[in-house]
Nanobody, 123 residues
Framework: QVQLVESGGGLVQAGGSLRLSCAVS????????KGWFRQAPGKEREFVAT????????DYGDSVKGRFTISKENAENTVYLQMNSLKPEDTAVYYC????????????????WGRGTQVTVSS
């Protein structure tokens, strides 16, 4: 049973930084693309960032490009999302996902999802 467990969320002031982690259980999933999505209250879940299983290819949503960085640690089967210059509009629940095909901006490309971690940015 694959599990994705997010951590690192919390409350931060605007302009601050946070690093989210996603621990993926199961060595067979190291060759899966990984992605981060977020969902703010009353809004649809949106794409944040994705990384290929090799780590060579990355892609970012327009609203986070230049501020967020996705990376992965293969030995630990962990994916990170470094978030800098945070804004109040970044407030959301952040979800990690893993997919056999990718990387992709589309939620339907991902087979497994974590439960999410809350990020709150105060103004």
């Amino acid at each position: 049973q694959v599990q994705l467990v997010e951590s690192g969320g919390g409350l931060v002031q605007a302009g601050g930084s946070l690093r989210l982690s996603c621990a993926v259980s199961g060595s067979s999933f190291r060759r899966y693309a990984k992605g981060w999505f977020r969902q703010a209250p009353g809004k649809e879940r949106e794409f944040v960032a994705t990384i290929s299983w090799s780590g060579v290819s990355t892609d970012y949503g327009d609203s986070v490009k230049g501020r967020f960085t996705i990376s992965k640690e293969n030995a630990e089967n962990t994916v990170y999302l470094q978030m800098n210059s945070l804004k109040p509009e970044d407030t959301a629940v952040y979800y990690c996902a893993a997919g056999r095909y990718g990387p992709s901006r589309y939620q339907t490309s991902y087979d497994y999802w974590g439960r999410g971690t809350q990020v709150t940015v105060s103004s």
